[in-house]
């Protein structure tokens, strides 16, 4: 992983087009590994790639709309919140993602439903 910015913790996740539309692919980092997601209409997301249910690994799953479906048991995750789709439960963390000269940019504070982004930390100052 190439740090874009270490100190606005934006970190550069590679060209857009390396993920396919749609399509997810693992980023791995000191604090576990990211769920880089595009979907067919090319936006991208950015969530914890553990799956709630068993850890299953979410860059492997189907991605269909603002979704992706874990490919171990079938749990579908909300790609904008993080959380699992009723009648499942549990969530993931999400991360906050721009695209930048083709580039993907990801914000390296986790956010979750309980807990989102504060706009305190130096990339949502930043943005
Ligand atoms: S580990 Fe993802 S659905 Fe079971």
């Not at 769920?35 to 068993?54: E, F, N, Q």
């Not at 999400?94 to 130096?122: F, N």
Request: proline share 7%; aromatic share 4%.
């Amino acid at each position: 992983m190439n740090a874009i910015n270490e100190q606005l913790q934006w970190f550069d996740a590679g060209p857009v087009e390396s993920i396919p539309k749609p399509g997810a692919r693992r980023l791995r980092t000191n604090e576990g590994d990211i769920a880089v997601v595009r979907t067919s209409s090319g936006a991208v997301y950015a969530i914890g790639d553990k799956c709630p249910h068993k850890g299953g690994p979410l860059s492997q799953g189907m991605v269909f709309g603002e979704k992706v479906q874990c490919p171990t048991h079938g749990l579908v995750v909300d790609l904008v919140t993080g959380i699992a789709v009723s009648p499942d439960t549990g969530a993931v963390s999400t991360y906050r993602v721009r695209v930048e000269s083709g580039r993907i940019l990801i914000c390296m504070v986790p956010q979750t439903a309980a807990a989102p982004c504060s706009g305190t930390c130096a990339c949502a100052q930043a943005a």
